[in-house]
């Protein structure tokens, strides 16, 4: 096991504490959480998932007709 050391804004800190102390979870407990939920949920499609998106036509037409309305400065992602 590893020890980290990080530096959030007080601000970030007390949203993590809340979110750790919602979850009854000490603080360490939680962010090792909040990483593992967050790298395996948002950052890995399974092979199926990505055919089935590629495969919808409508989807894949919408998401680029939305990054050229956003490259052309029509929205701002906040």
Do not use: H
Not at 18 to 40: D, P, W
Not at 42 to 67: A, H, Y
Request: aromatic content about 8%; overall charge negative.
């Amino acid at each position: 096991m590893k020890t980290v050391t990080m530096r959030v804004d007080d601000s970030v800190y007390d949203m993590i504490k809340l979110a750790a102390e919602g979850q009854k979870r000490n603080l360490s407990n939680f962010i090792e959480f909040a990483t593992m939920q967050y790298l395996t949920s948002s950052q890995f499609v399974e092979n199926e998932e990505m055919v089935e998106i590629i495969d919808d036509k409508e989807l894949v037409q919408n998401l680029m007709n939305g990054l050229d309305d956003f490259k052309n400065g029509d929205y701002t992602i906040v």
